[in-house]
């Protein structure tokens, strides 16, 4: 079974950054694609940034020039690097690991931007 475990969360004022983790059970390159999402309080769970196998990263449009996706082969983790906090950025992250049409979910971590 898939384990994908968040860390990194926190409080920050706006135009602060944070750096969340996600570490995987597993070596990342067994994925199709792994990435991070959000879910804002009283709002649906939306994408915030993918990174593919082959290293392609795709961005919501809100995170683009902001956050930063990368990986870590041997550390078996994927990083999320967000700067520019807004509070609006305040949401639970979700890391999130694809195999083919299967997908796997961390626990999430709280990020609360303050105002």
């Known amino acids: 079974q898939v384990q994908l475990v968040e860390s990194g969360g926190g409080l920050v004022q706006p135009g602060g950054s944070l750096s969340l983790s996600c570490a995987a059970s597993e070596n990342i390159f067994n994925f199709n694609a792994m990435g991070w999402y959000r879910r804002a309080p009283g709002k649906e769970r939306e994408l915030v940034a993918t990174i593919n196998v082959g290293g392609v990263t795709n961005y919501a449009d809100f995170a683009e020039g902001r956050f930063t996706i990368s990986r870590d082969g041997p550390e078996k983790t994927v990083y999320l690097q967000m700067g520019s906090l807004k509070p609006e950025d305040t949401a639970v992250y979700y890391c999130?690991?694809?195999?083919?049409?299967?997908?796997?979910w961390g626990q999430g971590t709280q990020v609360t931007g303050s105002s």
């Open positions: 999130n690991a694809r195999i083919r049409s299967r997908m796997y």
